[in-house]
């Protein structure tokens, strides 16, 4: 394996995010007096910790709240509920001013380049407003320069920084973002499917230099993908969602015989691995993905699931520690040889 | 039997500033109940070929200025617009990438079928109905009597995308071209869309083209494989010999810059430069740019499809002129 993998059991493992009961629900109105009717159960009750150094992945299909997820671990929207702990410092409700100044410590990726810059600022512009936003006392000409070595980290040149958006390619747009993201020297950046809009030829691209400044800053990511395999590469422990839930936490680098939950399962099968010697099975799974406005009762996968059994139906399963460091809600969690069920 | 031939097809468009050609030297054939792959980056010319296939390249602006096309030994080239259109969703259809907007969104979706089997046939109404039913019930739609009577915005993005797949199937065409059909779905609906792919083409015996910047379904679902670069065919061949021993250094890239799940490599390699656009191919070989192996010779001329073993590919490396080159 090559050195860019950081190994988990060497890093000390202290949480820099601990996201508690965290839940949102956004209201749905209707009818002539914009009355609430209902409400999308976007995040629903998530515990989980980003420890200090690590790559969390999150991965599901669309609407099952990873991007909702990742708003609010920024505080771009407000938690209907739970609460959301930054480097000990409880983030939920705290004043503007300071707000701003914990944005220096958390950055963010977004999937699509092209929307994520401005197209009127050349790219010297989109990052030296960084600093200026930020009020960081800092003349202009280390401004200049660090905008430079920022362009540099990322494998851009400096005539870059005169480049508007639209000179650039898909790739190099994506680096432009990454090093704004990176200008302030944050300590944690949520990747929310930050190569989804790229070529498969550029996306390697794009992973591997994330992988190498994660190593040099000691990065924390929070990934965001649908792409499992993807996830599984990038990854040291992945978190699976679905509706609003998780349903696995799970050490990376999954093989055929590590999934509990039947929902990664089904996502790991769903997965086309360009080998045509790879065993391919068919996923085992019926229905269609329920509506978020009527989320079942019980088990949100239960209508979906071939073990599906009564219990199912009536009571949701909780969020159980299988093995150290594996979770899973499921009341029948898959077993394998040499591994307990619960 | 041949289904579609294209021989050293070549299109141009007109553009302010001046002629581009996005596709050069194209040549592949498909036989029926055959599926074949058509792989590529964006700007590749996977999508242009589908539309000169399907005689849809922008009026005005977008031609054909080379090559052939043949279908059932009938040159689509030489036939009438009004020929072309008793052809089209009749014998060879073409399903595109977003269910979404291939739906229009105040019709019920089973009138949406219905109308082109009027268009192309003298049926009755209550015969395309029953056709149309029949056609989406094949399709794994559950309750299609009740979902030929919902509007697209009813249904879930899976099942908008087999009607879609009904549409272009209800009056039996030989030939389906699906462009990224599934790009627009979600992973574990991908996965049945594309089984229904599989199990369609071979129960019908029809020939399908299917459009994709994905391996993995190529890997999972096609026979051969066809290989776009730049506006050229890099190389083409069965799935297995392609992947298994990839002749071109593109395909050899490419194929290991995506990670692969559970398998035992666990490696990511990055192409280094960017996709060339139409606008800046480079000279000789277009791939010489990004390529590990690129010599001057290269640069300077353009290489040949050449027979390789099983496989086809356009690549100085197998020359002997290129082996005594600088």
């Known amino acids: 394996m090559p050195s860019i993998h950081r190994p988990v059991e060497n890093s000390v493992m202290t949480p820099l995010v601990e996201i508690r009961h965290l839940s949102k629900f956004f209201p749905v109105t209707g009818g002539l007096m914009h009355r609430k009717t209902g409400e999308v159960k976007a995040v629903n009750e998530v515990s989980f910790d980003i420890f200090r150094g690590e790559s969390l992945g999150v991965v599901g299909e669309s609407g099952c709240g990873k991007s909702t997820l990742a708003r609010l671990i920024l505080s771009l929207i407000p938690p209907t509920s739970g609460t959301i702990t930054f480097d000990g410092q409880n983030i939920n409700g705290i004043g503007k001013k300071q707000l701003r100044h914990l944005r220096r410590k958390m950055q963010m990726v977004f999937q699509d380049p092209h929307s994520s810059l401005d197209p009127r600022n050349s790219i010297y512009r989109s990052l030296e407003e960084v600093f200026k936003i930020q009020k960081v006392p800092l003349p202009q000409?280390?401004?200049?320069?660090?905008?430079?070595?920022?362009?540099?980290?990322?494998?851009?040149?400096?005539?870059?920084?005169?480049?508007?958006?639209?000179?650039?390619?898909?790739?190099?747009?994506?680096?432009?973002?990454?090093?704004?993201?990176?200008?302030?020297?944050?300590?944690?950046?949520?990747?929310?499917?930050?190569?989804?809009?790229?070529?498969?030829?550029?996306?390697?691209?794009i992973i591997l230099l994330l992988q190498e400044l994660g190593d040099q800053f000691n990065m924390t990511y929070l990934f965001i993908s649908h792409d499992l395999a993807l996830v599984d590469y990038f990854c040291q422990r992945i978190i699976v969602m679905y509706l609003g839930k998780i349903v696995e936490i799970t050490p990376a680098n999954l093989s055929q015989k590590q999934p509990r939950h039947?929902?990664?399962?089904?996502?790991?099968?769903?997965?086309?691995?360009?080998?045509?010697?790879?065993?391919?099975?068919?996923?085992?799974?019926?229905?269609?993905?329920?509506?978020?406005?009527?989320?079942?009762?019980?088990?949100?996968?239960?209508?979906?699931?071939?073990?599906?059994?009564?219990?199912?139906?009536?009571?949701?399963p909780e969020l159980l520690e299988a093995q150290p460091g594996e979770f899973v809600a499921c009341h029948f969690p898959l077993t394998y040889e040499g591994k307990h069920s619960l | 039997m041949t289904l579609l031939k294209v021989e050293n097809l070549n299109v141009s468009f007109k553009t302010r500033d001046g002629v581009v050609e996005p596709l050069s030297n194209i040549s592949f054939e498909i036989d029926a109940g055959e599926i074949l792959g058509l792989v590529g980056e964006t700007g590749s010319g996977k999508s242009v070929t589908a539309q000169a296939i399907m005689g849809l390249l922008p009026f005005l602006d977008g031609r054909v200025s080379a090559g052939r096309i043949f279908f059932n030994d009938q040159d689509l080239l030489a036939i009438s617009e009004k020929e072309y259109q008793q052809l089209r969703g009749n014998q060879i259809s073409l399903i595109s990438q977003n269910p979404m907007t291939s739906l229009d969104p105040v019709y019920k979706v089973g009138d949406q079928i219905v109308e082109g089997l009027k268009l192309h046939m003298t049926i009755t109404k209550a015969d395309a109905r029953k056709r149309a039913v029949d056609v989406m019930t094949s399709l794994g739609i559950p309750n299609a009597d009740k979902v030929f009577n919902q509007y697209p915005h009813q249904l879930s993005g899976g099942l908008k995308q087999r009607i879609v797949i009904a549409m272009g199937l209800c009056a039996d065409p030989r030939l389906l071209i699906a462009d990224e059909p599934t790009t627009a779905l979600d992973v574990t609906v991908q996965a049945q869309i594309i089984e229904l792919f599989k199990q369609t083409t071979r129960e019908r015996n029809i020939g399908l083209i299917m459009i994709t910047h994905d391996l993995g379904i190529i890997s999972h679902l096609c026979d051969r494989v066809v290989v776009m670069y730049a506006g050229n065919v890099v190389e083409a061949g069965r799935v297995e010999s392609v992947f298994a021993e990839p002749k071109h250094p593109y395909t050899e890239a490419l194929l290991k810059c995506i990670p692969k799940l559970g398998m035992a490599d666990r490696s990511l390699h990055?192409?280094?430069?960017?996709?060339?656009?139409v606008r800046t191919y480079p000279h000789g070989c277009r791939y010489h740019p990004r390529c590990p192996k690129a010599k001057a010779y290269c640069m300077e001329n353009t290489p040949e499809i050449i027979h390789v073993k099983n496989t086809q590919v356009k690549c100085h490396q197998f020359t002997a002129q290129w082996r005594t080159a600088s």
Do not use: W
């Open chain 1, 141 to 205: 000409e280390k401004i200049n320069d660090k905008i430079s070595e920022l362009l540099g980290m990322v494998g851009l040149k400096p005539e870059h920084c005169r480049s508007y958006p639209h000179q650039l390619s898909g790739g190099q747009k994506q680096r432009a973002v990454i090093a704004r993201a990176l200008a302030l020297t944050p300590e944690f950046i949520i990747l929310d499917e930050p190569t989804a809009a790229l070529d498969v030829s550029v996306q390697a691209q």
């Open chain 1, 262 to 316: 039947p929902y990664t399962k089904v996502l790991m099968e769903s997965v086309f691995i360009a080998d045509p010697l790879a065993k391919t099975q068919a996923p085992q799974i019926k229905g269609e993905v329920p509506s978020l406005f009527n989320i079942p009762e019980g088990c949100a996968f239960e209508n979906r699931c071939v073990y599906s059994k009564d219990i199912c139906r009536k009571k949701s």
């Open chain 2, 270 to 277: 990055a192409i280094p430069g960017n996709v060339p656009s």
